[in-house]
């Protein structure tokens, strides 16, 4: 399993690479460059301004620079933002983006599991298709019509929550309430209905059926044999749950005025700050290929009918 | 049980002391604002928004600062100042004060801030302002003279000599833009790029840096060593970084910012019937940008049809509804500057000369496409333009936007028919507005070439101030709009700002939208 595990690890290097190189070359096709404005700088000034940041070399020798950095650990300057340096940024937003990701997973797992396998033990009855109507709307509602519609009701009308900030403001931690609901509830919806049809399908099988003759009770067959069979789809769904919920919270972190990695994000973009949006580009592709990574090892612990060997 | 129950009632008063003193504004107050942006950087030099503007304004003064009301020169690091009989020097005469930590500015530290400023080596983005104004700016930038070409001279200790391009009546204002700042070199050479980071910040203006947390929030606090400290009155401010106008329109609402600059558009309607929505002419002018070098729009009688065919009241009144004044020139009425008359509408007329141009009707007219950058205040102006030159004249365009970014690289290629523009004076002055339009100019993007407006031109920025200076900027602007109408000037803006004037005073309207929050106070 070892054997797997370094080989796998050793797999996720060349795909970094990938990403890391498209990414630099794709940014640069899209028109207009960082230092545009309503008021055109002078040529003089934009020269100088390349020059301090390299942007006057070849597109080929400025990546070779960035690859270099970018071994030494350093993802050099923001373009927009000159007072800090790219990682001084992310080390700063990051952790934020994390904290909302994490406990909005954790929210839409406990209420996914919860109502998933109520709505199967209770199939086809109003408590099933009240939870499962919910899911829906959860799906497919997105989430910059949930978060407004959040902050109308309970900030502006009701005025029990604080409409936006972060809990280390005026707002502490009520400020992490509707992020956190807004966040979840897709995550909610997609864990309930995969892990009710997963219940289903465990509770149909043969060996649910020998513990049912062995006469064991339906809170140890549901403890002991459904809920761990029926998790492995939810557990492979939780990777890349878990990067969609941190690189996702965007309009989330934009909403709520979230200081989070996701606006630099955005905004790096508008910019055309090229070293802050391979900065994100970086982070976002090291938790993808991670959470993948993680997933994959876990799901063999779950089912041993996966085989670790290649 | 009666000891255990006076140890609670003493922890618990203790408790609540500590935190009603945590909680303590003090006497001013704290003032929250929505700054509407992350600030580039806090370093003057390296500026060039507004939400850094408004930043740079409470850390630092300038050798002039604003004038609340007026948004004109008052003093700030120089207490006073002289003119030279031709006006092209200006002797200033330093207060004696310090920065933040105590170490004192004097007129060699200012000569030593706009070395650094105009260096090419630090590249500063708006190193062009002051190169339109300091004798050797240009010069030295271009990295073709050293710092001794810049016109600026320390007398002695206190007393600084600034030698101007020219007698720009307009100078003085200038000194209290940012790209005249006078930042701490002791503290630049100290902590490098970290000396904007609150813990090393050292600064001369009202206020000091406390905290900076990217994308959260940025606070100040009054400023013990500053030369008019008794002048401050709030205890801090808070400067939120919120792009999303409807979030921040909410937490006004909600009573959890004080001044927001600005309504979202669809909002307007709304706030317009508060009593603290406060809505003011604005130095910045709404236009669309004819290609003067494409046809058909290299014939002036196309451009003079098609602005001649819009009805301007309607669209300030059921299009962008917020008070916005009609324009026909480009130049918004300032002080001594009435500003031309232009062309006025005449649908008839437009007519006549589109026939003129060999389009009766609109017939034979090519397909061209009005460009603008993705907004929905844009777009809903360019749908009502879309169906005035429909209506009025028979000929249809398209509409095409484009991202920020990818349309101004659009509009400067040339690769437009009609592109939508705005602008906001720098500063006080028409020529502001009319240098745009030079031919070769940076900002020319309608490729406008006139030579004669170009020696009208030049000939104002060697004038004196005065009528007969505005005079020959009138001329100009007549060939501009009247004559050759190079452009298509649709509104003067507005600026909308919310603000409880009962509750805060000391924020007055003015033409720049510039509001000095030293003058802030609790009422």
């Known amino acids: 399993m070892g054997r797997y595990i370094f080989k796998r690890f050793l797999g996720l290097i060349p795909t970094l690479f990938i990403i890391i190189t498209l990414s630099f070359f794709i940014i640069r096709f899209a028109p207009g460059g960082p230092f545009d404005s309503e008021k055109k700088l002078p040529k003089q000034i934009l020269e100088n301004i390349e020059k301090k940041y390299h942007l006057d070399e070849p597109l080929v020798m400025q990546y070779l620079r960035y690859m270099g950095n970018l071994l030494k650990g350093d993802l050099g300057p923001s373009l927009r933002y000159q007072d800090h340096d790219v990682s001084f940024y992310i080390v700063q937003t990051l952790p934020v983006s994390l904290l909302l990701g994490v406990i909005s997973l954790f929210v839409a797992l406990i209420l996914g599991l919860f109502t998933g396998a109520l709505s199967a033990l209770k199939r086809n009855t109003w408590v099933d298709y009240t939870f499962m109507s919910i899911a829906v709307l959860g799906i497919s509602i997105p989430l910059f019509v949930t978060g407004p519609i959040l902050m109308l009701i309970f900030a502006l009308v009701l005025k029990w929550l604080p409409t936006s900030g972060w809990i280390n403001g005026r707002g502490g931690w009520a400020t992490l309430i509707m992020p956190v609901l807004t966040l979840s ?4 919806a997609n864990i309930a209905r995969l892990f009710r049809a997963s219940v289903l399908e465990v509770l149909q099988s043969d060996y649910i059926r020998t513990a049912r003759a062995k006469g064991l009770s339906v809170r140890a067959i549901m403890l002991r044999h459904v809920f761990k ?40 973009a508008f910019n055309r700050d090229y070293p802050l949006i391979m900065g994100t580009v970086v982070v976002y592709s090291v938790i993808l290929v991670v959470m993948n990574f993680i997933v994959d090892i876990f799901y063999g612990i779950l089912d041993p009918r996966v085989s670790y060997k290649d | 049980m009666k000891k255990i129950l006076l140890s609670l ?16 504004q003090g006497k001013g107050g704290e003032f929250i604002l929505n700054n509407g942006a992350e600030p580039e950087s806090l370093d003057p030099h390296l500026i060039s928004g507004v939400p850094e503007h408004r930043i740079y304004m409470a850390l630092f003064e300038g050798l002039v600062a604003y004038d609340p009301k007026t948004a004109t020169a008052v003093p700030g690091l120089a ?38 400023m105009l260096s090419p080596e630090l590249a500063a983005p708006y190193a062009w302002f002051p190169a339109m104004f300091l004798k050797g700016a240009a010069e030295y930038n271009a990295g073709d003279a050293g710092p001794d070409a810049l016109g600026v001279e320390v007398v002695d200790k206190y007393t600084l000599k600034v030698e101007l391009v020219g007698p720009l009546p307009y100078a003085l204002d200038a000194f209290a833009h940012y790209s005249f700042a006078v930042v701490p070199l002791h503290a630049i050479e100290k902590y490098g790029k970290e000396w904007t980071s609150p813990d090393n910040f050292v600064g001369n203006g009202p206020f000091v840096l406390e905290t900076w947390e990217p994308q959260n929030k940025i606070t100040v606090v009054p400023n013990p060593k ?53 809505k003011n002419p604005q130095l910045a002018t709404y236009y669309y940008i004819f290609n003067n070098t494409k046809k058909p729009f290299d014939d002036p009688r ?36 009435k500003g031309v008359k232009g062309l006025g509408e005449d649908v008839e007329k437009a007519k006549a000369l589109l026939a003129e141009a060999g389009y009766p009707n609109g017939e034979g007219f090519p397909e061209v496409e009005i460009l603008y950058n993705t907004s929905e205040g844009h777009q809903k102006i360019a749908e009502f333009i879309q169906q005035q030159w429909k209506v009025n004249l028979g000929i ?13 690289t659009t509009r400067r290629e040339g690769q437009f028919y009609i592109a939508r523009a705005g602008w906001v004076g720098d500063y006080q002055d028409p020529n502001t507005f009319l240098d745009m339009f030079v031919t070769g100019g940076d900002m020319n993007d309608a490729f406008y070439s006139n030579p004669q407006y170009d020696e009208l031109i030049h000939k104002a920025a060697r004038m004196a101030p005065g009528p007969d200076r505005f005079a020959t900027l009138m001329q100009a602007e007549e060939l501009l709009i009247t004559q050759d109408h190079a452009i298509m000037p649709l509104y003067f803006y507005v600026t909308i700002n919310m603000i409880d004037t009962n509750k805060w005073g000391g924020w007055y309207p003015n033409v720049m939208d510039i509001h000095p929050l030293k003058n802030i106070y609790k009422k």
Do not use: H
């Open chain 2, 79 to 116: 207490e006073s100042w002289e003119f030279s009989d031709d006006n092209t020097v200006i002797t200033f005469k330093l207060r004696q004060t310090t920065w933040s930590d105590g170490v004192p500015i004097t007129a060699e530290t200012v000569k030593k801030s706009w070395e650094r």
């Open chain 1, 185 to 188: 509830f897709p995550y909610y």
């Open chain 2, 396 to 408: 249809n365009v398209k509409l095409t936007n484009q991202e920020w970014k990818t349309y101004l």
């Open chain 2, 9 to 24: 009632f003493i922890v618990l008063s203790l408790f609540s002391l500590i935190v009603s003193c945590g909680q303590s």
């Open chain 1, 229 to 268: 069979g029926a998790s492995i789809p939810v557990v492979s769904y939780l990777g890349p749950a878990f990067a969609g919920i941190v690189t996702g919270s965007v309009v989330v972190e934009q909403i709520f005025r979230i200081p989070g990695l996701g606006r630099y994000f955005v905004q790096s």
């Open chain 2, 226 to 278: 500053y030369w008019d400290k008794d002048a401050v009155k709030l205890s801090r401010v808070v400067y939120l970084p919120i792009e999303d106008n409807n979030t921040s329109y909410n937490m006004y609402l909600n009573g959890e910012i004080d001044w927001q600059t600005t309504v979202p558009t669809d909002r307007i309607k709304e706030a317009k019937l508060r009593d603290d929505y406060i």
């Open chain 2, 302 to 337: 196309v451009r003079k049809a098609l602005s001649m065919a819009v009805n301007r009241q309607e669209l300030v009144e059921r299009v962008t509804q917020a008070g916005q004044i009609t324009a026909y020139g480009i130049v918004p009425p300032m002080t001594g500057y």
